[in-house]
Every structure is written in C-alpha cells, then in structure tokens.
C-alpha cells in the first residue's frame, strides 16, 4: 500500500484506517449459536438427500418381507 508519492501524517490515521467499537458479547454467542445451528440443520439436509435412497430400497425390502410374511401366515 506504500508508495513513494505517499507519506501518512502523524495526526491522521490512514486512509484505509475505519474505527470501530468492539462487538458485544452477547451478539457474538448469539451469532455463533445461529451459525450453529444453521451447520446443523445444512449438515442434517444434506444427511437426509444422500441416505434417501437407500430409505426407500429398506422400505422396499421391509414391505415385502412382510407381505411374504403375511401370505405364508394367513390362514
């Protein structure tokens, strides 16, 4: 950022230079806890696409184990 055409003064702070305050606590936790959660609830989205498939190949099997089930037991 330093060029020789540039020299900073003593009493004023950089160009670049933007004050800010720090933030409180309680906004930060409640950030992280959002952000938590959010991760969350994407981890568990993501979770539910990929395993979907095989949800419906179990149910498959299940639902003709029992239909097998229930021809062999009627009476």
Do not use: N, Q
């Not at 330093?2 to 900073?8: A, G, H, I, L, R």
């Not at 606590?25 to 989205?45: D, H, S």
């Not at 993501?46 to 021809?71: D, E």
Request: hydrophobic share 55%; net charge positive; glycine share 6%.
């Amino acid at each position: 950022m330093t060029s020789p055409w540039y020299t900073e003064s003593i009493t004023a702070p950089p160009l670049d230079h933007v004050p800010v305050t720090p933030t409180p606590r309680k906004y930060v936790t409640r950030g992280l806890k959002r952000g938590g959660i959010a991760a969350l609830t994407a981890a568990a989205a993501v979770g539910l696409i990929m395993l979907f498939p095989f949800a419906v190949v179990a149910i498959a099997v299940l639902s003709a184990f029992w239909w097998i089930f229930c021809r062999l037991f009627a009476r």
